[in-house]
């Protein structure tokens, strides 16, 4: 008997893997609303009050123009079980911050507070850090004023505009985790 060669194709969902790239753009007639599409999927965002700055400063309110990669999740683990995900993940715990001061030598880096120190505190009694994807904005090099705590999280019931992050609702971000990975492009403007 002759030898006979066969291989075996498995389709695969695109589902299952990584987006390789979402596109949030502002939306027409407000600087501050915006639309995130992903894999022929769009859905309405909140940006910053300053709207899509390319030159983005701590406390200006805009949410930066450019390409960005999201580097981990953090979710409230004492509201949510751990979403489904590419990222790496870590729950937020009660002393996790944020530096914010361009004067602090861990500014735009996650911090441990006690009680009563300064800093973005990831716990928050409303849910907007419920789930918040961190991105690489002003990461490496990070510069001192160029913007701090530029984050994907989930918006206020009326949408309205943040500090400079990127906000949806609840079931989009479930949804939009289900396939960002490490690789994932993330391009504002």
Known sequence: MGNTNFSITYETDTRDRPLSAIRVQRAAGDPRRGW??????TVPVAL????????KREG?????????RPLQLWWRADRHRRPLTFL?????????????????RHYNQPI??????????????????????????????????????????LARTNFCATAGCVSMTKSA?????????PQTRIFIG
Do not use: Q
Not at 48 to 55: D, E, Q, S, T, Y
């Open 36 to 41: 995130l599409t992903a894999d022929g999927w």
């Open 48 to 55: 910053g009050r300053g709207g899509i700055l390319a030159n």
């Open 60 to 68: 200006d309110g805009g949410t930066p123009r450019g390409s960005y």
């Open 88 to 104: 790496p993940a870590r729950p937020i715990r009660p002393e996790d911050a944020w530096c914010e001061d361009p004067k602090d």
């Open 112 to 153: 441990r507070l006690t009680r009563n120190a300064a800093g973005d505190r990831l716990t928050r009694e409303d849910h907007l850090y419920d789930f918040i994807v961190e991105i690489d904005h002003n990461s490496a090099p990070r510069i001192a004023g160029r913007g701090s705590a530029v984050f994907l999280h």
């Open 173 to 181: 971000m479930l949804r939009l985790l289900r396939r960002l990975g």
